[in-house]
């Protein structure tokens, strides 16, 4: 490699180059200031800038600490794909069904979800076609140079803490639940965030994957709990479940803000492409991905069809959200007691996710970003505190469960589950004209969900502006950070 620099097109690769880099050089001796890594044949993707030779002792640090990042193969991915995503999906779908009725609540739940299942796979094959992406944000400097790359980062890094700050109010939720002490809430969500923080700390994937197992049974035990209970309780009721009141239909008067909320909690419940990216830069076989996605895919749609259809079914129209919240006062606190372990270890993996981000921006030119001296862990555990205060302030300045979730979906999701996989399909992915015959299928797909994402985009924002402005209007939520229980 010549030291006078490298040439790009557009922050993109050319056609035959992108077709001969479909592996990144290991050598960790040098690294370009974008935080891309250089392929074989000599080129980069995304900005050029100059190249940083490293000492013999930094590159033997580099060694040692490469390979801790790149230990994930197909069943940790599953597995950490799963914690981010089912946790709080599983909690909220109950009360959507309820708004949307059964019907519509199994299309959305259903339908939602194999779009999903296919944007995560687009997202797959960008990785493999451009393994320099680490995370989403470098999607943005691949389409738009460092603007781009900026404006996704800013989007992917506040998803991220906004999702990390639905768990404090959960852990807040589920203290309250248990304890039924009359403490101020609040000393519940700092012991969440000091909960959230510590489960944060390993900064390896593969490492949270350990943690993961311990989290999908906890989820899948807490369910089993509330479809049980809630059974239970809905037969013993007067006229048994045959006079449980709930519809194949939409609830009556249903206004396009409250539908939108709960279609937008179905799309939370879907949003593990986020962090698929960052995931997959840790694979050893990157190539094994699909077996993931299809894993995955099947497990969240049949709990969430399940959970939403079920729930609804046994307890009507009166369901809470989160759904444990319907199981009856002692079978709740069980209930929550066991998913204790889902709250914290899936809002921990969101901290990790964008503290991997973050970190490894600030020190792209220094080993510091591997986290194996003594500085790259104080800098480490530094970043995840200041990343737990911040979702826990978001926390209580937003106190309300359902139309956070929907603030999320509708602001970010929309973008990183439908509407940017698309696009990086017609941009980067597809070979030929959109309407080849080959291609016609998928450029249907994709325009699917390009339309999904910005109906979500628009209308969703819209609708959970409003539905906050309704709730302080009518008093159905308190006031930033105050001491009741929500």
Same mark, same amino acid.
């Given at each position: 490699?010549?030291?006078?620099?490298?040439?790009?097109?557009?922050?993109?690769?050319?056609?035959?180059?992108?077709?001969?880099?479909?592996?990144?050089?290991?050598?960790?001796?040098?690294?370009?200031?974008?935080?891309?890594?250089?392929?074989?044949?000599?080129?980069? %993707?995304?900005?050029?800038?100059?190249?940083?030779?490293?000492?013999?002792?930094? $590159?033997?640090?580099?060694?040692?600490?490469?390979?801790?990042?790149?230990?994930?193969?197909?069943?940790?991915?599953?597995?950490?794909?799963?914690?981010?995503?089912?946790?709080?999906?599983?909690?909220?779908?109950?009360?959507?069904?309820?708004?949307?009725?059964? %019907?519509?609540?199994?299309?959305?739940?259903?339908?939602?979800?194999?779009?999903?299942?296919?944007?995560?796979?687009?997202?797959?094959?960008?990785?493999? $076609?451009?393994?320099?992406?680490?995370?989403?944000?470098?999607?943005?400097?691949?389409?738009?140079?460092?603007?781009?790359?900026?404006?996704?980062?800013?989007?992917?890094?506040?998803?991220?803490?906004?999702?990390?700050?639905?768990?404090?109010?959960?852990?807040?939720?589920?203290?309250?639940?248990?304890?039924?002490?009359?403490?101020?809430?609040?000393?519940?969500?700092?012991?969440?965030?000091?909960?959230?923080?510590?489960?944060?700390?390993?900064?390896?994937?593969?490492?949270?994957?350990?943690?993961?197992?311990?989290?999908?049974?906890?989820?899948?035990?807490?369910?089993?709990?509330?479809?049980?209970?809630?059974?239970?309780?809905?037969?013993?009721?007067?006229?048994?479940?045959?006079?449980?009141?709930?519809?194949?239909?939409?609830?009556?008067?249903?206004?396009?803000?409250?539908?939108?909320?709960?279609?937008?909690?179905?799309?939370?419940?879907?949003?593990?492409?986020?962090?698929?990216?960052?995931?997959?830069?840790?694979?050893?076989?990157?190539?094994?991905?699909?077996?993931?996605?299809?894993?995955?895919?099947?497990?969240?749609?049949?709990?969430?069809?399940?959970?939403?259809?079920?729930?609804?079914?046994?307890?009507?129209?009166?369901?809470?959200?989160?759904?444990?919240?319907?199981?009856?006062?002692?079978?709740?606190?069980?209930?929550?007691?066991?998913?204790?372990?889902?709250?914290?270890?899936?809002?921990?993996?969101?901290?990790?996710?964008?503290?991997?981000?973050?970190?490894?921006?600030?020190?792209?030119?220094?080993?510091?970003?591997?986290?194996?001296?003594?500085?790259?862990?104080?800098?480490?555990?530094?970043?995840?505190?200041?990343?737990?205060?911040?979702?826990?302030?978001?926390?209580?300045?937003?106190?309300?469960?359902?139309?956070?979730?929907?603030?999320?979906?509708?602001?970010?999701?929309?973008?990183?589950?439908?509407?940017?996989?698309?696009?990086?399909?017609?941009?980067?992915?597809?070979?030929?004209?959109?309407?080849?015959?080959?291609?016609?299928?998928?450029?249907?797909?994709?325009?699917?969900?390009?339309?999904?994402?910005?109906?979500?985009?628009?209308?969703?924002?819209?609708?959970?502006?409003?539905?906050?402005?309704?709730?302080?209007?009518?008093?159905?939520?308190?006031?930033?950070?105050?001491?009741?229980?929500?």
């Amino acid at each position: 490699m010549g030291s006078g620099g490298i040439t790009v097109l557009n922050g993109r690769q050319g056609k035959d180059e992108s077709q001969s880099s479909s592996k990144t050089s290991t050598d960790p001796k040098f690294v370009n200031d974008s935080g891309f890594s250089s392929c074989d044949d000599g080129h980069i %993707v995304g900005e050029v800038h100059k190249m940083t030779a490293y000492s013999d002792s930094e $590159k033997q640090r580099s060694e040692e600490g490469n390979p801790k990042f790149h230990q994930l193969g197909w069943k940790r991915l599953t597995i950490v794909l799963i914690v981010t995503a089912i946790a709080l999906g599983s909690l909220s779908l109950p009360g959507a069904f309820a708004t949307l009725g059964m %019907v519509a609540g199994v299309i959305c739940t259903v339908g939602l979800g194999i779009v999903a299942m296919y944007t995560s796979y687009v997202v797959g094959q960008m990785k493999l $076609k451009y393994p320099e992406i680490a995370h989403f944000a470098d999607v943005g400097r691949l389409m738009f140079g460092r603007t781009g790359y900026e404006i996704m980062g800013a989007m992917f890094s506040l998803q991220l803490v906004f999702t990390t700050g639905s768990h404090v109010l959960t852990g807040k939720i589920m203290f309250n639940n248990i304890t039924e002490n009359g403490a101020c809430s609040i000393v519940f969500t700092v012991v969440s965030a000091i909960i959230l923080f510590l489960l944060a700390i390993p900064p390896s994937f593969a490492e949270m994957a350990i943690l993961g197992y311990i989290d999908f049974a906890s989820i899948v035990a807490a369910i089993l709990i509330t479809i049980i209970a809630t059974g239970v309780r809905g037969s013993d009721a007067p006229g048994g479940l045959e006079a449980v009141n709930w519809s194949a239909w939409p609830k009556e008067d249903l206004h396009l803000a409250e539908a939108f909320i709960a279609i937008a909690n179905i799309v939370f419940a879907y949003s593990f492409a986020l962090c698929q990216f960052s995931f997959m830069d840790e694979m050893h076989t990157p190539t094994d991905f699909p077996k993931s996605i299809l894993s995955l895919g099947i497990i969240e749609i049949v709990i969430y069809t399940l959970t939403g259809a079920l729930v609804y079914a046994f307890v009507g129209a009166d369901v809470q959200s989160p759904a444990l919240l319907s199981a009856g006062p002692l079978v709740s606190k069980v209930a929550f007691g066991i998913a204790i372990p889902v709250i914290f270890i899936s809002g921990s993996i969101n901290t990790v996710v964008v503290g991997r981000y973050l970190h490894g921006r600030m020190f792209k030119h220094s080993n510091i970003r591997y986290i194996n001296t003594p500085m790259g862990w104080t800098t480490w555990i530094a970043l995840g505190a200041a990343l737990t205060v911040l979702a826990w302030v978001i926390a209580e300045a937003i106190p309300f469960f359902s139309d956070l979730l929907a603030i999320c979906s509708s602001l970010f999701i929309s973008g990183f589950t439908f509407y940017i996989p698309a696009v990086m399909w017609f941009w980067f992915i597809k070979e030929g004209k959109w309407y080849e015959r080959k291609n016609l299928p998928l450029s249907m797909m994709n325009a699917l969900c390009f339309v999904i994402g910005l109906i979500v985009l628009g209308v969703g924002t819209y609708s959970s502006i409003q539905d906050i402005i309704d709730g302080y209007a009518d008093g159905r939520v308190g006031s930033p950070f105050s001491c009741a229980a929500s």
